[in-house]
């Protein structure tokens, strides 16, 4: 059984304190704020404390967990802790001092750049920490296939750019479905009229899986949706974001879960994390991501389960820095094809699992320290 609870729980502190001291339940479920504001409401020399008997704790999202204001009350944490574990050896009510909570991290990117980086975080406040990394670690998983498509300059308004990555987009999944290379070609990306190829409705209604559509801010997701509603759009699509209340964003995603006739999520990093949807077989990066530690968990949404996914990344000329280290990293033989891969949109990326340690950066935009390397 579990015991959840956030800060709008309705439950009191002392009946939830009762519940996991008589061991009714066996499973919190928390944020560390939560989970703070909670054991601040006992004294760590309360003989009774509800966390005495506690004997695992799991960091899920560790990288998170200890960076900025969530590190902040995870120390909090730990130091309570100690405290609990001081008293009963002082009183006695422990016989062994190794009777320690044992502490498991989680993460599917440690990021080891700069001195105080994730990684040397984790070593300071877990000394004896036995670090266990699978193959995987730091790589785009080998069942994503993706393509890097830069946006032309020339897109000078919004709604033109948002034309051309829904032509983009559209052709490259009907490449995948197809299974052909001979549908598009980035050359003549326009129709002979002038004007992108856009899906019609009932092409996304028909489709046998979703497609989540990240963004870098919450304005750039309302200024995306604003115009697919203004080209007929508005039925398929739901936003979740900062902007968006709770409630409602809570209600959009149970919507795009139900398969019917939500197909696409436009979305900011809030969905980076977390979301587990086997039906998510492509992931679009309308904006690319700002680090490459969040370029790993918004195409990582595509691949659940060891099943097949697809990631299409569209950049611009700021993100070419980025764009080409994680290229570089994952396929180093292959930089000279950088201006032939991108005159193809048919063409898949190929990359290699290699690691992309290297472009890591999590304190700092990547933009400027590639700038000051090349300086």
């Not at 990344?313 to 994952?330: H, K, M, P, T, W």
Request: glycine share 4%; aromatic share 10%.
């Amino acid at each position: 059984m579990s015991l959840e609870w956030s800060n709008n729980g309705t439950s009191s502190v002392e009946n939830k304190g009762l519940l996991f001291r008589e061991k009714t339940m066996q499973l919190i479920i928390s944020t560390p704020k939560s989970l703070c504001d909670f054991i601040s409401n006992f004294d760590p020399h309360y003989p009774d404390h509800p966390l005495y008997s506690l004997n695992t704790l799991i960091l899920d999202e560790a990288d998170m967990l200890l960076d900025g204001s969530y590190l902040k009350d995870i120390e909090k944490i730990m130091e309570h802790l100690k405290l609990i574990r001081r008293q009963y050896l002082k009183e006695k009510l422990i016989k062994s001092p190794d009777r320690i909570v044992q502490f498991i991290l989680a993460a599917a990117t440690l990021p080891t750049y700069v001195i105080k980086s994730i990684e040397s975080q984790a070593k300071l406040l877990f000394p004896r920490a036995l670090f266990v990394k699978s193959h995987n670690m730091h790589q785009h998983h080998p069942t994503i296939n993706q393509k890097f498509l830069k946006v032309p300059d020339n897109q000078s308004t919004e709604i033109i750019a948002c034309k051309y990555i829904l032509h983009c987009t559209y052709l490259s999944i009907e490449n995948e479905l197809l299974d052909t290379s001979k549908l598009a070609n980035y050359e003549s990306i326009e129709a002979s009229s002038g004007e992108y190829r856009l899906p019609p409705i009932s092409w996304f209604k028909s489709l046998p899986f979703s497609i989540i559509m990240f963004f870098n801010t919450a304005k750039a997701v309302q200024d995306f949706s604003y115009i697919l509603q203004s080209l007929g759009y508005g039925d398929i699509f739901v936003e979740i974001h900062g902007l968006v209340p709770k409630m409602q964003r809570e209600f959009n995603l149970n919507e795009f879960k139900r398969q019917k006739q939500i197909k696409l999520l436009l979305c900011t990093d809030a969905c980076a994390r977390g979301l587990d949807i086997p039906f998510v077989k492509f992931v679009v990066q309308s904006e690319f991501a700002s680090n490459v530690v969040q370029h790993l968990h918004r195409v990582g949404r595509a691949s659940r389960g060891g099943t097949h996914g697809n990631a299409i990344n569209f950049y611009r000329s700021a993100d070419e820095a980025l764009v080409s280290s994680i290229r570089g990293q994952n396929n180093p033989t292959n930089n000279s094809q950088e201006e032939e891969y991108d005159s193809s949109i048919s063409n898949p990326s190929c990359l290699k699992t290699s690691s992309i340690e290297n472009s890591f950066s999590r304190r700092r935009s990547f933009r400027k320290k590639m700038k000051k390397a090349q300086s």
